[in-house]
């Protein structure tokens, strides 16, 4: 083999070798940018997918809330009444002071209690789940009434109260479940609007809130 045909392949050997090494480099990098481009993507779809599951926790809780509020609402309005009339105590004459409605019907579920020989029970013993229902005490109160109106199916105007008060619920094991509270009724009708909260901090407004509405209404 003569020199001149040696230079020549030694000369193709190099050329080949060096378009192998600049062809690799951004092979790689390729390789690198899609690894990264989908890793990313997965850490994208984990971090909303983990936050959905959250955002669905605390709203099953705050559901749980609501309809722990309107259950215990419609119970304390349903056990709790006035045995003459069969209004439940919660406020609906609009001629009556509302903490006066309320005294006069405990007053007249004692005395149905004092026949069976129960205990007299008093407003701090209004509760459900450990939450007191009713505290009218101003300088403690959470409980407000406002007044209300409605036009009924007939197109006539009823006149009645509003009820509002928070509730925080003991669930027996350490932790609570918080509401607030609507009661619009009047003689004829009766509408709880029970907000739920994941969270019982103070600010409830922070927290992820749904609500339960129980509507009832005599024809």
């Known amino acids: 083999m003569t020199r001149s045909s040696i ?13 192998s ?14 690894v990264l481009l989908i890793s990313s993507g997965i850490t994208v779809i984990l971090s909303k997918q983990l936050y ?5 926790k605390l709203s099953q ?7 722990n509020g309107v259950a215990c609402t419609v119970m304390i309005d349903d056990k709790y009444y006035d045995p003459d009339t069969g209004y439940g105590i919660f406020p609906h004459d609009p001629l009556v002071e509302p903490t006066t409605a ?19 029970l008093t407003l701090t013993d209004l509760k459900c789940a450990t939450s007191p229902i009713f505290d009218i005490d101003p ?18 105007t009823e006149n009645g ?12 094991d350490g932790n609570y479940r918080c509401a607030r509270v609507t009661v619009n009724k009047t003689a004829n009708y009766r509408q709880i609007i029970s907000r739920g909260f994941a969270t019982c901090q103070q600010n ?16």
Do not use: W
């Not at 959905?52 to 669905?56: A, G, N, P, V």
């Not at 149905?112 to 205990?119: E, I, M, T």
């Open 7 to 19: 230079t020549n392949i030694t000369k193709y050997i190099s050329r080949d070798y060096h378009v």
């Open 21 to 34: 090494k600049g062809f690799i480099l951004p092979l790689t990098m390729l390789i690198c940018t899609i």
């Open 52 to 56: 959905f599951s959250k955002l669905s």
């Open 61 to 67: 809780i705050a559901y749980y809330s609501a309809d």
């Open 102 to 120: 309320i005294a006069n019907t405990l007053e007249q579920v004692n005395l149905a209690r004092q026949v069976r020989n129960l205990s007299t």
């Open 139 to 156: 300088d403690t109160s959470n409980t407000t009434f406002t007044a209300f109106s409605r036009l009924n199916s007939q197109g006539v």
């Open 161 to 172: 109260y509003t009820t509002s008060f928070t509730m925080r619920m003991a669930i027996g």
């Open 204 to 219: 409830l407004k922070q927290s992820v809130e749904r609500a339960v509405v129980n509507t009832t209404e005599i024809q």
